[in-house]
């Protein structure tokens, strides 16, 4: 506290001599006259008063004015109706109006009744709706047939080479693709024939349960059409064989996840019961929940998704019932493509990377140093034996990996 004390003394002496010395000047060196603002005295010495300025004009400055309802609207937040779904009952008296409205509005609650596809691999899946599309993208453009299972959104591609493709898919070499299965988990078993393999079903894609799928789209769906209002409503360019039909209704949205997604309705509702928000892959049917009713997106552009950046269009050619299955069980089950086999894959890749060649390299130390000649012959024989158990050790690591899933792996040399 005395040191504190010091410090602070010697730094009020210094200042003090500098303001004697002239270092610094002194403010107070001279008194100031004051005089009272306006006096003549005040006039005198040069005092000149101007008027108060105007207040600032709140209309000065011109104001970015944006037309209700144009695309720039939109993005600043404003939110419109959209245009309304052509009422199809408006020639009918009330009664009639009433009870067929009615009578939709149940049809639109009613669900499939179709069986769910099974949610193991291998089995016999069923599909009670065809649907026949065209797909228009820079990697791959024509038709395709897939089928649907009303009662699990479950789809089963045909052909599925062009739509793999278009979505920027590569070509799977020495494979001749049978079809395609789409879980609703976001699960997909591709069964073909392979060249070395023979007849087998790879699991791809993602891991959840058929449940959790329908949940996760279900919510999509709803945050999509609650977007319509406040998104830009502009018409993505389509190609002669997507165009739509010249009464169907455009409507733009985006998904949580920033999608954006443009679909075409046709102004009918579909006679397809089911209690899912979406059937089909690409264009297809689904629920419009503001109008209670089920329609055919007869057109869809998912835009962002070619490659590019570009636009993927679906145009629906037909729907109409129709039941197929396909069975499985005959197919080799390979899951060494599933987001599990990959993971175990890596990690069994940095293990072989890492620590075997880390002991590798100390037995061919230890191999070296034995003593030349006969006298060295029991030493070389215990490390080369250390070397063949580290080779067949990764060697049998390996192999266990592939035969858990599914791929055909030789003997050991």
């Known amino acids: 506290m005395k040191r504190k004390l010091l410090i602070g003394g010697a730094a009020v002496a210094l200042g003090a001599a500098a303001f004697a010395s002239g270092l610094v000047p002194n403010p107070f060196h001279a008194p100031v006259e004051v005089f009272e603002s306006g006096s003549p005295e005040a ?116 052909d599925p080479d062009p739509t793999i493709l278009s979505l920027g898919g590569l070509p799977m070499p020495d494979t001749a693709a049978h079809f395609v299965l789409l879980r609703p988990g976001g699960t997909w078993l591709v069964c073909g024939r392979h060249k070395e393999i023979g007849k087998a079903c790879a699991r791809t894609g993602g891991q959840q349960s058929a449940t959790a799928g329908q949940l996760r789209l279900l919510h999509a769906m ?13 018409q993505p360019p389509t190609t002669s064989g997507t165009r739509p039909a010249a009464d169907a209704q455009l409507l733009r949205g985006k998904f949580p996840d920033g999608q954006v997604l443009t679909l075409w309705a046709l102004p ?47 145009k629906l050619l037909e729907a109409k019932a129709d039941t197929q299955s396909f069975d499985t069980r005959d197919y080799r089950l390979v899951t060494a493509f599933s987001a599990k086999g990959l993971s175990e894959a890596t990690a069994l890749g940095l293990q072989l990377m890492d620590e075997i060649p880390r002991k590798m390299a100390d037995v061919e130390r230890a191999l070296a140093s034995c003593p030349k000649g006969r006298d060295g012959k029991a030493c070389r024989e215990q490390y080369r034996a250390e070397r063949r158990a580290l080779n067949d050790a990764a060697h049998d690591e390996i192999k266990a990996w592939a035969e858990h899933h599914g791929l055909p792996v030789p003997n050991r040399p």
């Open 43 to 158: 006039v005198a010495s040069g005092e000149k008063i101007s008027p108060a300025s105007a207040p600032p004009d709140p209309f000065d400055h011109p104001i970015d004015i944006v037309e209700s309802g144009t695309p720039k609207a939109r993005e600043l937040g404003e939110m419109l109706p959209l245009d309304p779904v052509p009422d199809p009952f408006e020639a009918m008296d009330e009664a009639a109006r009433r009870d067929t409205r009615l009578a939709r509005e149940r049809r639109f609650r009613e669900g499939s009744g179709f069986a769910p596809n099974p949610v193991e691999d291998a089995g016999v899946f069923r599909f009670d709706l065809r649907l026949v599309q065209f797909v228009d993208s820079r990697r791959a453009k024509g038709k395709f047939t897939q089928y649907v299972n009303t009662g699990d959104g479950s789809v089963a591609l045909l």
């Open 268 to 314: 009918h509702a579909s006679t397809v019961k089911t209690h899912l928000p979406w059937l089909g892959f690409g264009a297809g049917l689904y629920k419009d929940y503001a109008a209670k009713q089920n329609r055919v997106a007869q057109v869809v552009a998912a835009e962002g998704a070619d490659l590019g950046g570009g636009t993927v269009l679906f």
């Open 222 to 234: 709803h945050d999509w059409q609650a977007s319509l209002a406040r998104t830009p409503q502009h």
